[in-house]
Protein backbone atom coordinates (compact mmCIF):
# COMPACT_ATOMS: atom_id res chain seq x y z
CA UNK A 1 0.00 0.00 0.00
CA UNK A 2 2.96 2.53 1.06
CA UNK A 3 4.57 1.91 -2.40
CA UNK A 4 1.30 2.36 -4.36
CA UNK A 5 0.71 5.72 -2.67
CA UNK A 6 4.52 6.36 -3.38
CA UNK A 7 3.93 5.59 -7.06
CA UNK A 8 0.92 7.39 -7.10
CA UNK A 9 2.13 10.32 -5.60
CA UNK A 10 5.50 10.19 -7.80
CA UNK A 11 3.13 10.07 -10.60
CA UNK A 12 0.85 12.75 -9.29
CA UNK A 13 3.51 15.19 -9.01
CA UNK A 14 4.35 15.52 -12.61
CA UNK A 15 0.84 15.31 -14.02
CA UNK A 16 -1.68 17.72 -11.39
CA UNK A 17 -1.31 20.83 -10.29
CA UNK A 18 0.02 20.70 -6.35
CA UNK A 19 -1.08 23.46 -4.07
CA UNK A 20 0.98 24.98 -1.29
CA UNK A 21 -0.53 27.02 1.54
CA UNK A 22 -2.10 29.89 1.54
CA UNK A 23 -5.20 28.87 -0.10
CA UNK A 24 -8.74 30.50 -0.38
CA UNK A 25 -11.83 28.48 -1.09
CA UNK A 26 -15.73 28.97 -1.08
CA UNK A 27 -18.06 26.50 0.53
CA UNK A 28 -20.52 25.31 -2.02
CA UNK A 29 -23.43 23.20 -0.83
CA UNK A 30 -24.30 20.47 -3.76
CA UNK A 31 -27.02 19.61 -2.47
CA UNK A 32 -29.03 22.97 -3.74
CA UNK A 33 -27.71 22.21 -7.31
CA UNK A 34 -29.72 19.12 -8.23
CA UNK A 35 -30.61 21.34 -11.25
CA UNK A 36 -27.18 22.31 -11.93
CA UNK A 37 -26.31 22.48 -15.86
CA UNK A 38 -22.76 21.42 -17.16
CA UNK A 39 -22.81 25.49 -17.98
CA UNK A 40 -24.31 26.81 -14.69
CA UNK A 41 -21.10 25.08 -13.36
CA UNK A 42 -18.52 26.73 -15.63
CA UNK A 43 -20.30 29.92 -15.10
CA UNK A 44 -19.63 29.97 -11.49
CA UNK A 45 -16.26 28.50 -11.97
CA UNK A 46 -15.53 31.55 -14.03
CA UNK A 47 -16.97 33.82 -11.11
CA UNK A 48 -14.79 31.98 -9.07
CA UNK A 49 -11.74 32.35 -11.01
CA UNK A 50 -12.14 35.90 -11.42
CA UNK A 51 -12.33 36.03 -8.01
CA UNK A 52 -8.93 34.66 -7.53
CA UNK A 53 -10.74 31.83 -5.52
CA UNK A 54 -8.26 28.40 -5.69
CA UNK A 55 -11.09 26.25 -5.26
CA UNK A 56 -14.86 25.22 -4.22
CA UNK A 57 -15.38 22.97 -1.20
CA UNK A 58 -18.36 20.69 -1.80
CA UNK A 59 -20.51 20.15 0.75
CA UNK A 60 -22.17 16.67 0.26
CA UNK A 61 -24.78 15.19 2.38
CA UNK A 62 -25.08 11.55 2.76
CA UNK A 63 -27.50 10.05 1.39
CA UNK A 64 -28.45 12.95 -1.45
CA UNK A 65 -29.53 11.05 -4.63
CA UNK A 66 -28.49 14.51 -6.26
CA UNK A 67 -24.52 13.92 -5.29
CA UNK A 68 -23.56 11.54 -7.94
CA UNK A 69 -25.38 13.46 -10.93
CA UNK A 70 -23.51 16.88 -9.37
CA UNK A 71 -20.46 15.52 -8.75
CA UNK A 72 -19.74 14.12 -12.35
CA UNK A 73 -20.88 17.60 -13.77
CA UNK A 74 -18.65 19.53 -11.30
CA UNK A 75 -15.60 17.67 -12.06
CA UNK A 76 -16.13 17.74 -15.70
CA UNK A 77 -16.60 21.64 -15.55
CA UNK A 78 -13.39 21.94 -13.44
CA UNK A 79 -11.37 19.67 -15.77
CA UNK A 80 -12.90 21.64 -18.49
CA UNK A 81 -11.77 24.96 -17.19
CA UNK A 82 -8.27 24.07 -14.95
CA UNK A 83 -9.94 25.18 -11.74
CA UNK A 84 -10.20 22.42 -8.33
CA UNK A 85 -12.59 20.70 -5.89
CA UNK A 86 -12.29 19.32 -2.75
CA UNK A 87 -15.35 17.83 -0.10
CA UNK A 88 -16.63 18.52 2.93
CA UNK A 89 -18.45 15.92 3.84
CA UNK A 90 -21.65 16.90 6.14
CA UNK A 91 -22.37 15.08 8.91
CA UNK A 92 -25.39 16.93 10.35
CA UNK A 93 -27.51 17.41 6.89
CA UNK A 94 -28.86 14.15 7.07
CA UNK A 95 -26.82 12.56 9.57
CA UNK A 96 -23.43 10.72 9.68
CA UNK A 97 -21.52 9.20 6.91
CA UNK A 98 -20.87 6.05 6.17
CA UNK A 99 -17.01 5.09 6.44
CA UNK A 100 -17.19 2.98 3.65
CA UNK A 101 -19.04 5.25 1.71
CA UNK A 102 -16.27 8.19 2.50
CA UNK A 103 -13.50 6.08 0.97
CA UNK A 104 -15.06 4.86 -1.68
CA UNK A 105 -16.56 8.61 -2.63
CA UNK A 106 -12.60 9.75 -2.08
CA UNK A 107 -11.14 6.95 -3.92
CA UNK A 108 -13.23 7.46 -6.64
CA UNK A 109 -12.47 11.26 -7.29
CA UNK A 110 -9.18 12.21 -5.75
CA UNK A 111 -7.44 10.42 -8.48
CA UNK A 112 -9.04 13.52 -10.81
CA UNK A 113 -6.67 16.05 -11.95
CA UNK A 114 -9.41 18.67 -10.76
CA UNK A 115 -8.94 17.70 -7.11
CA UNK A 116 -7.44 19.84 -5.22
CA UNK A 117 -3.93 18.46 -4.20
CA UNK A 118 -2.57 20.26 -0.87
CA UNK A 119 1.52 19.94 -0.92
CA UNK A 120 2.22 18.95 2.09
CA UNK A 121 5.45 20.46 3.39
CA UNK A 122 5.06 19.21 7.07
CA UNK A 123 6.50 16.89 9.33
CA UNK A 124 9.13 15.61 7.11
CA UNK A 125 6.43 14.85 4.57
CA UNK A 126 9.12 16.68 1.71
CA UNK A 127 5.78 18.32 -0.47
CA UNK A 128 3.71 15.36 -1.01
CA UNK A 129 0.88 16.02 -2.69
CA UNK A 130 -2.14 14.82 -0.32
CA UNK A 131 -5.96 15.40 -1.42
CA UNK A 132 -7.42 18.25 0.50
CA UNK A 133 -10.67 16.73 2.64
CA UNK A 134 -12.84 18.69 5.03
CA UNK A 135 -16.25 18.16 6.84
CA UNK A 136 -19.24 19.67 7.91
CA UNK A 137 -19.14 18.55 11.52
CA UNK A 138 -18.71 15.08 12.60
CA UNK A 139 -16.31 14.66 15.37
CA UNK A 140 -18.64 11.47 16.56
CA UNK A 141 -17.18 9.70 13.57
CA UNK A 142 -13.11 10.68 13.99
CA UNK A 143 -12.35 7.13 14.51
CA UNK A 144 -13.15 6.27 10.93
CA UNK A 145 -11.01 8.81 9.73
CA UNK A 146 -7.29 6.65 10.62
CA UNK A 147 -8.90 3.99 8.24
CA UNK A 148 -9.86 6.36 5.53
CA UNK A 149 -6.38 8.39 6.08
CA UNK A 150 -4.82 5.26 5.13
CA UNK A 151 -6.95 4.07 2.26
CA UNK A 152 -6.28 7.59 0.69
CA UNK A 153 -3.97 10.06 1.78
CA UNK A 154 -6.09 12.28 2.98
CA UNK A 155 -4.89 15.81 4.11
CA UNK A 156 -7.97 15.82 6.69
CA UNK A 157 -8.74 19.71 7.95
CA UNK A 158 -12.39 18.72 9.78
CA UNK A 159 -15.09 21.41 10.73
CA UNK A 160 -15.51 20.03 14.39
CA UNK A 161 -16.13 23.76 16.04
CA UNK A 162 -19.01 22.32 18.26
CA UNK A 163 -15.27 21.01 19.92
CA UNK A 164 -12.77 22.82 20.94
CA UNK A 165 -9.73 23.70 18.96
CA UNK A 166 -7.58 21.56 21.52
CA UNK A 167 -10.20 18.47 22.10
CA UNK A 168 -10.53 18.51 17.85
CA UNK A 169 -6.95 18.33 17.44
CA UNK A 170 -6.82 15.05 20.07
CA UNK A 171 -9.74 12.95 18.50
CA UNK A 172 -8.77 9.93 17.40
CA UNK A 173 -5.26 10.05 18.50
CA UNK A 174 -4.53 13.51 16.80
CA UNK A 175 -5.85 11.92 13.26
CA UNK A 176 -6.38 15.68 11.75
CA UNK A 177 -4.12 17.53 9.88
CA UNK A 178 -5.56 20.77 10.60
CA UNK A 179 -8.91 22.33 11.02
CA UNK A 180 -11.42 24.38 9.65
CA UNK A 181 -13.42 27.00 12.38
CA UNK A 182 -16.93 27.64 11.63
CA UNK A 183 -17.16 30.35 13.79
CA UNK A 184 -17.63 33.32 11.61
CA UNK A 185 -19.90 35.74 12.67
CA UNK A 186 -19.87 37.74 16.15
CA UNK A 187 -22.05 37.35 19.43
CA UNK A 188 -24.32 40.14 19.64
CA UNK A 189 -23.92 43.83 19.16
CA UNK A 190 -20.12 43.46 19.05
CA UNK A 191 -17.49 43.34 16.14
CA UNK A 192 -16.23 40.08 15.34
CA UNK A 193 -12.35 39.79 17.03
CA UNK A 194 -10.00 36.81 15.95
CA UNK A 195 -9.95 35.96 20.13
CA UNK A 196 -11.37 32.46 18.02
CA UNK A 197 -9.11 32.41 15.45
CA UNK A 198 -6.27 32.47 17.92
CA UNK A 199 -7.17 29.87 20.10
CA UNK A 200 -7.19 27.48 16.92
CA UNK A 201 -4.27 28.93 15.94
CA UNK A 202 -2.42 28.20 19.27
CA UNK A 203 -3.61 24.62 19.75
CA UNK A 204 -2.44 23.55 16.55
CA UNK A 205 0.79 25.45 15.51
CA UNK A 206 2.86 23.73 18.44
CA UNK A 207 1.78 19.88 16.68
CA UNK A 208 2.86 21.87 13.64
CA UNK A 209 -1.18 21.30 12.33
CA UNK A 210 -2.87 23.90 9.36
CA UNK A 211 -5.64 26.21 10.37
CA UNK A 212 -8.28 27.56 8.25
CA UNK A 213 -10.19 30.59 8.51
CA UNK A 214 -13.63 31.15 7.91
CA UNK A 215 -15.43 34.56 6.54
CA UNK A 216 -18.45 35.40 6.06
CA UNK A 217 -20.21 38.39 4.74
CA UNK A 218 -23.89 37.81 6.47
CA UNK A 219 -25.87 35.69 8.28
CA UNK A 220 -29.87 35.06 8.28
CA UNK A 221 -32.12 32.45 7.82
CA UNK A 222 -35.87 31.81 8.31
CA UNK A 223 -36.59 28.14 7.88
CA UNK A 224 -39.39 27.27 9.69
CA UNK A 225 -39.46 24.06 8.32
CA UNK A 226 -35.63 23.44 9.19
CA UNK A 227 -36.70 24.80 12.87
CA UNK A 228 -34.32 27.69 11.88
CA UNK A 229 -34.99 31.59 12.18
CA UNK A 230 -31.99 33.85 13.76
CA UNK A 231 -29.61 36.64 12.82
CA UNK A 232 -25.95 37.00 13.49
CA UNK A 233 -24.77 40.85 12.79
CA UNK A 234 -22.91 40.96 9.61
CA UNK A 235 -22.62 45.41 9.43
CA UNK A 236 -19.03 45.94 8.73
CA UNK A 237 -18.09 41.89 8.71
CA UNK A 238 -17.41 41.17 5.02
CA UNK A 239 -13.85 43.82 4.71
CA UNK A 240 -13.17 43.72 8.49
CA UNK A 241 -12.96 40.11 8.87
CA UNK A 242 -10.51 40.28 5.61
CA UNK A 243 -8.64 42.59 7.98
CA UNK A 244 -8.37 40.36 10.07
CA UNK A 245 -6.98 37.29 7.80
CA UNK A 246 -3.83 39.66 7.24
CA UNK A 247 -3.74 40.18 10.78
CA UNK A 248 -3.48 35.92 11.73
CA UNK A 249 -2.54 34.70 8.46
CA UNK A 250 -3.64 31.20 8.53
CA UNK A 251 -2.92 28.48 6.06
CA UNK A 252 -6.31 28.38 4.19
CA UNK A 253 -9.38 30.99 4.20
CA UNK A 254 -12.67 29.28 3.35
CA UNK A 255 -14.98 31.53 2.64
CA UNK A 256 -18.84 30.85 4.23
CA UNK A 257 -20.29 30.28 1.14
CA UNK A 258 -20.66 30.49 -2.44
CA UNK A 259 -24.31 29.17 -2.45
CA UNK A 260 -26.14 28.47 1.00
CA UNK A 261 -28.88 30.73 0.20
CA UNK A 262 -31.20 29.48 3.03
CA UNK A 263 -28.70 31.05 5.65
CA UNK A 264 -28.03 34.50 3.46
CA UNK A 265 -24.54 34.13 3.16
CA UNK A 266 -23.86 33.46 -0.21
CA UNK A 267 -21.24 35.20 -2.81
CA UNK A 268 -22.15 33.78 -6.07
CA UNK A 269 -25.37 34.52 -8.17
CA UNK A 270 -28.62 33.62 -7.41
CA UNK A 271 -30.40 31.63 -10.04
CA UNK A 272 -33.76 30.34 -9.80
CA UNK A 273 -33.58 27.14 -9.65
CA UNK A 274 -31.65 26.73 -7.35
CA UNK A 275 -34.04 28.34 -4.54
CA UNK A 276 -36.12 25.02 -4.30
CA UNK A 277 -35.25 24.62 -0.57
CA UNK A 278 -37.95 27.87 0.57
CA UNK A 279 -40.26 25.50 -0.63
CA UNK A 280 -39.02 22.44 1.12
CA UNK A 281 -38.51 24.42 4.01
CA UNK A 282 -41.78 26.35 4.35
CA UNK A 283 -40.08 30.05 3.86
CA UNK A 284 -42.45 32.98 4.71
CA UNK A 285 -40.73 34.56 1.75
CA UNK A 286 -38.25 33.52 -0.40
CA UNK A 287 -35.32 36.37 1.12
CA UNK A 288 -33.14 35.80 -1.14
CA UNK A 289 -34.66 36.43 -4.58
CA UNK A 290 -33.69 39.82 -6.33
CA UNK A 291 -31.01 40.69 -3.64
CA UNK A 292 -27.68 40.38 -5.00
CA UNK A 293 -24.52 39.92 -3.37
CA UNK A 294 -21.93 40.15 -6.18
CA UNK A 295 -20.73 43.36 -4.69
CA UNK A 296 -18.66 40.90 -1.79
CA UNK A 297 -16.85 39.60 -4.96
CA UNK A 298 -15.72 43.44 -5.82
CA UNK A 299 -12.28 42.89 -3.49
CA UNK A 300 -11.61 39.34 -3.72
CA UNK A 301 -8.78 39.58 -5.96
CA UNK A 302 -7.09 42.16 -3.65
CA UNK A 303 -8.04 40.73 -0.56
CA UNK A 304 -6.41 37.87 -1.75
CA UNK A 305 -3.15 39.05 -3.15
CA UNK A 306 -2.89 40.94 -0.23
CA UNK A 307 -3.25 37.61 1.72
CA UNK A 308 -1.06 35.51 -0.19
CA UNK A 309 2.06 37.71 -0.63
CA UNK A 310 1.65 39.26 2.80
CA UNK A 311 2.46 43.25 0.84
CA UNK A 312 0.12 45.50 -0.89
CA UNK A 313 0.48 45.85 -4.59
CA UNK A 314 1.69 49.11 -5.86
CA UNK A 315 -1.06 49.16 -8.45
CA UNK A 316 -4.60 48.91 -7.81
CA UNK A 317 -7.90 49.38 -9.80
CA UNK A 318 -9.84 51.45 -7.87
CA UNK A 319 -14.09 50.77 -6.77
CA UNK A 320 -16.47 51.10 -4.31
CA UNK A 321 -18.90 48.01 -2.79
CA UNK A 322 -21.75 48.64 -0.52
CA UNK A 323 -24.17 46.70 1.32
CA UNK A 324 -27.67 47.34 3.39
CA UNK A 325 -30.90 45.97 4.20
CA UNK A 326 -33.46 46.74 2.14
CA UNK A 327 -36.29 48.20 4.82
CA UNK A 328 -35.61 50.16 8.43
CA UNK A 329 -35.35 47.25 10.76
CA UNK A 330 -38.89 48.46 12.75
CA UNK A 331 -40.61 48.54 9.34
CA UNK A 332 -41.93 45.01 9.43
CA UNK A 333 -42.64 42.98 11.55
CA UNK A 334 -39.47 40.78 12.41
CA UNK A 335 -41.22 37.60 11.32
CA UNK A 336 -40.15 35.68 14.42
CA UNK A 337 -36.61 35.68 13.95
CA UNK A 338 -34.24 35.79 17.18
CA UNK A 339 -30.47 38.11 16.98
CA UNK A 340 -28.28 35.30 18.12
CA UNK A 341 -28.73 31.61 19.20
CA UNK A 342 -29.23 30.11 22.60
CA UNK A 343 -28.09 26.64 20.76
CA UNK A 344 -24.68 27.94 20.44
CA UNK A 345 -24.81 29.68 24.74
CA UNK A 346 -25.96 32.69 23.05
CA UNK A 347 -28.01 35.18 24.92
CA UNK A 348 -31.09 35.95 22.44
CA UNK A 349 -31.52 39.55 21.57
CA UNK A 350 -34.38 41.48 19.90
CA UNK A 351 -32.74 41.40 15.93
CA UNK A 352 -33.12 45.12 15.52
CA UNK A 353 -30.56 45.31 18.89
CA UNK A 354 -27.89 43.77 16.65
CA UNK A 355 -27.94 45.64 13.41
CA UNK A 356 -27.76 49.25 12.46
CA UNK A 357 -30.47 50.71 9.59
CA UNK A 358 -27.48 51.87 7.50
CA UNK A 359 -25.40 51.93 4.26
CA UNK A 360 -21.82 50.55 4.52
CA UNK A 361 -19.57 50.58 1.79
CA UNK A 362 -16.14 50.40 1.19
CA UNK A 363 -13.49 51.95 -1.77
CA UNK A 364 -10.21 50.34 -2.44
CA UNK A 365 -8.15 53.06 -3.52
CA UNK A 366 -4.81 54.45 -3.71
CA UNK A 367 -5.36 57.00 -1.14
CA UNK A 368 -8.30 58.80 0.34
CA UNK A 369 -6.68 62.38 -0.55
CA UNK A 370 -9.45 64.41 -1.95
CA UNK A 371 -11.86 61.40 -2.30
CA UNK A 372 -15.19 62.30 -1.12
CA UNK A 373 -18.10 59.90 -0.82
CA UNK A 374 -21.84 60.39 -1.67
CA UNK A 375 -24.51 58.46 -0.61
CA UNK A 376 -27.84 58.57 -2.63
CA UNK A 377 -31.19 56.96 -1.33
CA UNK A 378 -33.72 57.55 -3.90
CA UNK A 379 -32.07 61.01 -4.98
CA UNK A 380 -31.67 62.51 -1.76
CA UNK A 381 -27.96 62.69 -1.30
CA UNK A 382 -25.70 62.38 1.93
CA UNK A 383 -21.63 62.99 2.38
CA UNK A 384 -20.36 59.97 3.97
CA UNK A 385 -16.62 59.54 5.32
CA UNK A 386 -14.33 57.33 6.01
CA UNK A 387 -14.72 55.85 9.60
CA UNK A 388 -11.94 53.00 8.84
CA UNK A 389 -9.16 53.23 7.26
CA UNK A 390 -6.11 50.63 5.61
CA UNK A 391 -3.85 49.20 8.41
CA UNK A 392 -0.99 51.22 6.98
CA UNK A 393 -3.33 54.45 7.56
CA UNK A 394 -4.64 57.34 5.54
CA UNK A 395 -3.33 57.82 2.51
CA UNK A 396 -2.57 54.79 1.27
CA UNK A 397 -3.98 52.35 -0.87
CA UNK A 398 -6.15 49.79 0.52
CA UNK A 399 -9.90 49.67 1.41
CA UNK A 400 -11.81 52.61 3.03
CA UNK A 401 -14.96 51.98 5.42
CA UNK A 402 -17.79 53.77 6.22
CA UNK A 403 -21.40 53.72 6.70
CA UNK A 404 -24.65 56.42 6.16
CA UNK A 405 -27.73 55.83 8.48
CA UNK A 406 -31.36 55.20 6.32
CA UNK A 407 -32.72 57.81 7.97
CA UNK A 408 -36.63 58.02 6.83
CA UNK A 409 -35.19 57.69 2.54
CA UNK A 410 -36.60 55.41 0.30
CA UNK A 411 -35.68 54.20 -3.22
CA UNK A 412 -32.58 53.18 -5.18
CA UNK A 413 -29.39 53.80 -3.74
CA UNK A 414 -26.29 54.68 -5.50
CA UNK A 415 -22.60 55.12 -3.97
CA UNK A 416 -20.64 57.15 -5.77
CA UNK A 417 -16.40 58.00 -4.70
CA UNK A 418 -15.10 60.94 -6.47
CA UNK A 419 -11.54 62.60 -6.22
CA UNK A 420 -10.62 66.56 -6.56
CA UNK A 421 -14.94 66.16 -8.24
CA UNK A 422 -13.91 63.46 -10.25
CA UNK A 423 -15.99 60.24 -10.34
CA UNK A 424 -14.10 57.24 -9.33
CA UNK A 425 -16.41 54.31 -8.80
CA UNK A 426 -19.86 53.87 -8.43
CA UNK A 427 -22.22 50.93 -6.40
CA UNK A 428 -25.66 50.86 -7.32
CA UNK A 429 -27.97 48.68 -8.97
CA UNK A 430 -29.60 46.46 -6.25
CA UNK A 431 -32.56 46.44 -5.23
CA UNK A 432 -33.39 49.52 -3.62
CA UNK A 433 -35.26 50.20 0.31
CA UNK A 434 -38.69 50.32 1.13
CA UNK A 435 -40.93 50.61 3.95
CA UNK A 436 -43.40 48.08 2.08
CA UNK A 437 -42.77 44.50 3.49
CA UNK A 438 -42.97 41.51 1.32
CA UNK A 439 -45.81 38.91 2.98
CA UNK A 440 -45.61 41.81 5.99
CA UNK A 441 -42.69 40.09 7.20
CA UNK A 442 -38.99 41.49 7.83
CA UNK A 443 -36.31 40.50 5.08
CA UNK A 444 -33.05 40.27 7.32
CA UNK A 445 -30.75 39.38 4.42
CA UNK A 446 -28.73 42.46 3.09
CA UNK A 447 -28.24 43.60 -0.69
CA UNK A 448 -24.53 44.13 -2.09
CA UNK A 449 -23.67 45.97 -4.87
C1 LIG B 1 -23.51 4.15 1.10
O1 LIG B 1 -23.22 3.44 -0.09
C2 LIG B 1 -24.13 2.38 -0.36
C3 LIG B 1 -23.59 1.60 -1.55
O2 LIG B 1 -23.41 2.45 -2.66
C4 LIG B 1 -25.50 2.94 -0.60
O3 LIG B 1 -26.44 1.91 -0.84
C5 LIG B 1 -25.93 3.74 0.64
O4 LIG B 1 -27.16 4.37 0.38
C6 LIG B 1 -24.88 4.77 0.99
N1 LIG B 1 -25.23 5.39 2.25
C7 LIG B 1 -25.23 6.72 2.45
C8 LIG B 1 -25.64 7.15 3.81
O5 LIG B 1 -24.91 7.54 1.59
C1 LIG C 1 -4.02 25.79 -14.08
O1 LIG C 1 -4.23 26.46 -12.85
C2 LIG C 1 -3.07 26.56 -12.05
C3 LIG C 1 -3.48 27.24 -10.74
O2 LIG C 1 -4.42 26.48 -10.05
C4 LIG C 1 -2.01 27.36 -12.76
O3 LIG C 1 -0.85 27.40 -11.98
C5 LIG C 1 -1.72 26.72 -14.10
O4 LIG C 1 -0.83 27.53 -14.82
C6 LIG C 1 -2.99 26.53 -14.91
N1 LIG C 1 -2.71 25.80 -16.13
C7 LIG C 1 -3.23 26.15 -17.31
C8 LIG C 1 -2.87 25.24 -18.45
O5 LIG C 1 -3.93 27.13 -17.45
C1 LIG D 1 -17.04 48.13 14.90
O1 LIG D 1 -15.88 48.62 14.28
C2 LIG D 1 -16.06 49.86 13.60
C3 LIG D 1 -14.80 50.19 12.85
O2 LIG D 1 -13.69 50.20 13.69
C4 LIG D 1 -16.43 50.95 14.59
O3 LIG D 1 -16.68 52.15 13.90
C5 LIG D 1 -17.70 50.51 15.31
O4 LIG D 1 -18.00 51.42 16.32
C6 LIG D 1 -17.54 49.12 15.92
N1 LIG D 1 -18.83 48.69 16.41
C7 LIG D 1 -18.99 48.12 17.58
C8 LIG D 1 -20.39 47.73 17.91
O5 LIG D 1 -18.07 47.94 18.37
Given amino acids: MQLLIAALTAVALVLMPVHA ?74 GPWPQANVTALLQKFTPNPAYFKHQDNNNNNAGRSRPLVSTFEGPDSAADWPSIKAATDAFFVPDWSSKTASDAAALAGGVVDGLFSFNAWPDGAANMTTDGDRAFQAALAPQKKAYMMPVSPWFFTNLPGFDKNWLWRGDELWDGRWRQVMEV ?11 DYGESHYIGPVRKKELGLFTTAKAPLEYVKGVTHDGWRKFLPFYIEVYKTGKVPAEVEEGVAAYYRTAPALACPAG ?37 VTVSIGGKQQTGAFTRAPAAGAGTLGVYMGSVPLGENTGDVVVTVSRDGQTVATAEGGKGISTECENNVQNWNAVAV
Fill in 249 to 259: VPDFVQILTWN
Fill in 21 to 94: AKEVFAHMIVGNLPEFTLSDWEDDIRLAQASKIDAFVLNIAAKDPSNDKSLDLAFEAANALNFSLFFSFDYLAQ
Fill in 336 to 372: GTKGNNVDFGQTEVAPEGLVEDSVFYAALLKSDEGVT
